[in-house]
């Protein structure tokens, strides 16, 4: 790959650090004087290097890649809503990128796996896009949800009955590490014998490390040859109704939709789940003996998707033409990074970050407009069912260090916790169909009462560059099934997981 010594520079770029600033060194600003998003900075804090963006530069700031490969980030909540909505204008069809086009990015560039364009809806235009789309939305369609999380209540208890009798654990590497992989192996109908292999490999890509190459590679592989036997013996299952769509996907197509479902979906809810359970163990709604109302599992969820949300970024969106997006002069092939975190605390959005965001769903955890997630009711009920099983077998577990020991891996896209070790009193085995009532937990034992919640903050009036959604009203939690009878086990949906984070 030939990468140029100084990359294109960008309208309005300072020559070089503001002066006086001491935490900008040689691995902090690249030529021209931009911030690197990757780097010993952007790994140890990356929410405060985007504020420091955002002080700036405003609500779109120029910065680095890896390779010192320009990028637009956009950090307002109203602007990304724009670009996302605004599919004539903004794609990603990573094609339409300017240093794709004229060689400057080659196929070795570790971020390759991430924007590389692939036949799948998430880079589709057009009708293109309609077709892939639409086979990937009725086969989710077809998914049983009800079976799901008797499924989600299923595999929780094998994981708790793994180590509830030793009174700890890590939440982390033995619980959500795992339980959105074994969920998901279900829904595709992959054989349970594609476990650590596929987790680490995703791990691996997602990082961009110098293997994300050759982890990409093993993921699709795995993929075609179980796209090639479901072709021959089709099951009930997701990779099957992909493969039977009026749509007519060509092998390769399914086999990338797989990879683009069981990547996002295992990082996203492995880190929602991780980052919920962490919320239940220290914030004072859930943990404080207080009068007035409680926080319930699913507004917890939706707490999280505020503050942490699974996917901090996405990378990429291109430049069709010539704009203007939040006083920046965007040029025809330039890229552009949904900045989702930054998003999310928008002062604009958020101007109190302490204030209870119950039954408000603008956040951009998923996305928005026509490239929006169309697994976001999955991957809420993994994370809400999962943990509530948990807490239902385990009642008084509680933090084994101070939060302030709590440690997250970064990369561009994505946070991820790295332990979560609890304590709690041991708790014998239980029969996996079983309900989790019957461990001796009740309900009351962990929905702890905390303050009332505050009326949610009224949505910011609606700039110019694209409108605000709505307040969605808060949405009731679907009733957890009884787990039922043990079936035949499948597949192993969740061993992709540890693949997309690479550690």
């Not at 990359?7 to 503001?18: K, Y």
């Not at 009800?146 to 890590?170: K, T």
Request: with cysteine; glycine share 8%; aromatic share 6%.
């Amino acid at each position: 790959m030939t990468t140029p010594s100084t990359p294109p520079s960008f309208p309005g770029t300072p020559a070089g650090p503001p002066p006086g600033c001491p935490a900008h060194g040689a691995d902090a600003v690249g030529p021209g004087g931009l911030r690197r998003l990757y780097g010993p900075e952007a790994e140890r804090d990356a929410p405060g290097l985007f504020e420091k963006l955002r002080a700036e530069h405003g609500p779109v700031a120029p910065a680095l890649l890896h390779d010192d490969v320009p990028i637009w980030v956009v950090l307002g909540h109203s602007e990304n809503l724009h670009m996302l909505r605004t599919h004539s204008v903004y794609t990603r069809n990573s094609r339409r990128w300017r240093l794709v086009q004229d060689g400057t990015l080659g196929p070795d560039h570790p971020l390759t796996p991430l924007f590389a364009w692939q036949p799948i809806c998430s880079f589709a235009e057009g009708a293109e896009r309609e077709r892939l789309r639409g086979a990937v939305s009725n086969a989710m369609k077809q998914i049983d949800h009800r079976g799901v999380r008797r499924a989600i209540n299923r595999h929780s208890n094998r994981l708790v009955n793994e180590f509830g009798q030793d009174g700890h654990a890590d939440l982390v590497s033995q619980f959500t590490d795992h339980l959105p992989m074994l969920v998901m192996l279900d829904v595709l109908g992959l054989p349970e014998e594609y476990n650590e292999q596929m987790v680490d490999a995703a791990r691996d890509m997602l990082q961009g490390t110098e293997t994300a190459n050759a982890s990409n590679a093993a993921i699709m592989g795995i993929l075609e040859r179980h796209v090639a036997r479901r072709r021959a013996k089709p099951d009930d299952d997701f990779t099957s109704s992909l493969l039977e769509d009026e749509a007519r996907l060509t092998d390769d197509e399914v086999a990338q939709h797989l990879r683009l479902v069981l990547i996002a979906a295992y990082e996203a809810t492995s880190n929602l789940t991780a980052n919920v359970l962490k919320m239940v163990l220290t914030d004072p709604r859930f943990r404080a003996q207080l009068n007035g109302g409680q926080m319930t599992v699913p507004e917890a969820v939706e707490q999280t998707l505020w503050d942490q949300p699974p996917f901090s970024a996405m990378l990429g969106y291109f430049a069709v033409q010539d704009a203007e997006l939040g006083g920046q002069q965007i040029k025809k092939g330039d890229a552009l990074l949904l900045n989702i975190a930054a998003a999310n605390v928008d002062p604009v959005v958020r101007p109190d970050l302490e204030a209870n965001m119950q039954g408000n769903r603008a956040h951009l955890a998923f996305g928005g407009g026509v490239y929006e997630c169309p697994g976001d009711d999955l991957g809420r009920a993994i994370a809400d069912t999962g943990v509530d099983a948990l807490l239902m077998r385990l009642p008084d577990v509680e933090l084994a260090v101070p939060e302030s020991e709590l440690h997250w891996t970064n990369s561009l896209i994505s946070s991820h916790l790295q332990e979560l070790p609890v304590v709690f009193s041991p708790r014998r085995p239980m029969e996996i169909g079983s309900s989790p009532d019957q461990s001796g937990a009740s309900r009351a034992d962990w929905e702890i009462s905390s303050p009332a919640p505050r009326d949610p903050a009224p949505a910011p009036r609606e700039p110019a560059a694209g409108p605000v959604p709505p307040q969605g009203a808060p949405s009731a939690a679907p009733p957890v099934e009884p787990p039922a009878a043990v079936p035949a086990q499948r597949g192993a949906w969740y061993r992709l997981v540890h693949w997309v984070r690479g550690r």
